[in-house]
C-alpha cells in the first residue's frame, strides 16, 4: 500500500489487489466449470428445467439453442418444453426473446427459434409475458423475420402442388388408376369366365346324367324284349320218315 498527495489537500491511499483479483477468477472460473458440469449431469439424467436454469446463469445462448434442440428430439416435445419454460423467471424469459430473435434471423436455427416462441405463447400467460421489461421492442424485431419465414414455406406447400400436377399431365397418376381399374375388370371377367365355365361343365355333366339314363331305359327295354320272345310258341319241328 502507498499513499499519494497534492495540492489540493487530497490524500489517495493505492492498494495492490492483483493477487486478489486472480484468486477471484479463479475462484469463478472453478465455479463455472462445476455448474457447467452439472449442467451437463442434468441433461444427462434428462433434467433439461435444470439445465436450462443453468444455461441462463452462465449466460451460454449457444449451449442453451443446443438444449432446445434436444428437446426437440425427443419423444414428447411439448411436455418437456413446457416444463423447461415454466420455471423461467422475467429477466430470463426476455434473455430468451432476445436469443430467439438472434436465432430467427439465421436459416440454421429459425425453425428451432420459431418452436420456442410457439411453446412460449402456448405454455406462458400473455400478461406474465407482457410484464417483461422491454418486450415490445423485442417483438417488433421478431415479426419482420417471422414473415419471411412464413412465406418462404406457403411457397414451399404451393410448390409441392406442381409434382401432381406434372404427374397429372404425363398421365402417371391416371396410370395408376387405369391399371387398378383394369385389374379390376380383369378380376371381373374372370369370375365371369369361371362362372360360365361352372355353368358349362355343369349342362355338360347333366347332359351324361341324361345320356346315361336314356341308355339305361333301352337296355331295359330291349331286356323285357328278349324275354317276351324267349317266352313264345315252340317252333314246328319236321321230321321225315
Known amino acids: 500500500m502507498f499513499a499519494t498527495g497534492g495540492g489540493d489537500a487530497v490524500v489517495n491511499l493505492w492498494l495492490d489487489s492483483t493477487a486478489a483479483d486472480k484468486e477471484e477468477a479463479f475462484r469463478e472460473e472453478d465455479e463455472r466449470v462445476l455448474r457447467g458440469q452439472t449442467m451437463e ?77 410457439f411453446q412460449v405463447f402456448n405454455s406462458i400467460s400473455p400478461s406474465v409475458i407482457l410484464e417483461v421489461k422491454g418486450i415490445g421492442e423485442v417483438l417488433e424485431g421478431l415479426i419482420p ?12 406447400v404451393r410448390s409441392t402442388y406442381l ?26 371377367e374372370d369370375k365371369e369366365r369361371d362362372h360360365v365355365q361352372n355353368n358349362d361343365e355343369a349342362l355338360e355333366e347333366t347332359s351324361l346324367t341324361k345320356k346315361r339314363r336314356s341308355s339305361k331305359t333301352g337296355n331295359t327295354k330291349s331286356k323285357k324284349q328278349r324275354s317276351r320272345g324267349g317266352t313264345s310258341a315252340p317252333a314246328s319241328i319236321s321230321v321225315e320218315a
Open 163 to 188: 409434382v401432381d400436377y406434372t404427374l397429372s399431365g404425363m398421365g402417371v397418376v391416371e396410370a395408376d388408376v387405369d391399371d387398378t381399374n383394369e385389374d379390376r375388370k380383369g378380376s371381373g
Open 41 to 117: 449431469n442434468a441433461v444427462q439424467d434428462g433434467d433439461f428445467s435444470k439445465a436450462i436454469q443453468i444455461a441462463f446463469d452462465l449466460n451460454r445462448p449457444r449451449k442453451l439453442f443446443g438444449l432446445f434442440s434436444e428437446i426437440c428430439r425427443k419423444k414428447y416435445v411439448s411436455l418437456q418444453m413446457e416444463k423447461a419454460l415454466c420455471d423461467l423467471g422475467h429477466e430470463q424469459l426476455r434473455f430468451l426473446f432476445e436469443y430467439a430473435r438472434e436465432w430467427n434471423t439465421k436459416p440454421k436455427m429459425c425453425h428451432i427459434a420459431q418452436l420456442v416462441l
Open 145 to 156: 423475420y417471422t414473415q419471411r419465414h412464413l412465406s418462404r414455406i406457403d411457397r414451399v
